[in-house]
Structures are given as C-alpha cells and as structure tokens.
C-alpha cells in the first residue's frame, strides 16, 4: 500500500493544528513541539505540519511506502526515467527513522518516496542535504548528484 504524503511548513503550530484537526476531523497521531502528524485512512495521506523556522507553504510531497522492496520499485522507476535522486539509509527525520529517495520534478517540487521503519526521539536535522538533488534555479544552489549515501538527514 502507498500513502500521499505532505508535509507543509506553518507559521504556528497550535492554531494549524486546530485548523487541520477540524479539516481532517481527527486530532494528529503525533504531536511534538514543534512537529504534528496525521496518518489518515479517509483520505490515505501522511499529513505533516512543522514549524522549524522555514518559509511557510508546502514543504515537500511524497509516497510512503510500507516496504523497503516497495522503496526500491519507486526509485528504481525515477533512475530508469533519467531522474537524479539522492538517496538516504536510516535517516531520522520527523522523529521517525527512514530510507528514503528524493527527486525534483520538473516544477522544482521535491519529492520523498520513503519507508519508515522506527521512531525518533529527535526531529532530524538537515533540510540543504535533502535539497542536494533540486535541480539549480537562476538563484537556487547548484546540483548535486548523488546515487546514495548514508546520512542521518530530515524531510
């Protein structure tokens, strides 16, 4: 099974909050001081909302998967299709802990196809090396391409 993910970036936590649990109508399945999470069934998303001092908006978008052979299916489909993707083993990231893929589509979106596999007792930390596979803007950083490391670096 895949589920959309998204995670979007708030100025506030406790008002998004009461916002998306009215929305959703359910309250998250995790909460933290500066993070929340809802995995919802009606509609199938991983829904996250964070306020760690980025812009405020979407984030990034995703699939989660409930594999590691699932994972490799998707990322396989991105290398096959030219894409650049920077690939990560055991990250923490929204207290979770994840492989995960990421690729740019051709809008400058950032895309993260994951797997989770345990918790975090901390967010993760990193966002430029998540970035590292964006495609350069006329003011974005330069590319760079990456096939895989190892890296403990956050959605």
């Not at 978008?61 to 083993?89: N, Y």
């Not at 055991?90 to 345990?118: I, L, M, N």
Request: proline fraction near 6%.
């Amino acid at each position: 099974m895949k589920r959309l993910h998204l995670h979007v970036s708030v100025p506030e936590l406790g008002p998004s909050i009461q916002f998306y649990e009215t929305l959703f109508g359910a309250p998250p399945s995790v909460v933290k001081d500066d993070y929340a999470k809802w995995m919802l069934d009606d509609p199938l998303v991983n829904f996250a909302i964070s306020q760690r001092g980025a812009a405020a908006g979407v984030e990034h978008v995703g699939i989660q998967v409930d594999s590691a052979a699932e994972l490799d299916v998707l990322a396989t489909r991105l290398k096959a299709a030219g894409e650049v993707t920077f690939d990560q083993d055991a990250a923490t990231c929204c207290y979770a802990q994840s492989d995960k893929s990421w690729v740019t589509d051709p809008a400058g979106v950032r895309w993260e196809t994951f797997y989770t596999f345990g918790e975090a007792t901390s967010y993760g930390e990193d966002r430029d090396v998540a970035r590292a596979a964006a495609p350069a803007a006329c003011c974005g950083p330069t590319p760079v391409a990456v096939e895989s490391v190892k890296s403990s670096a956050c959605c």
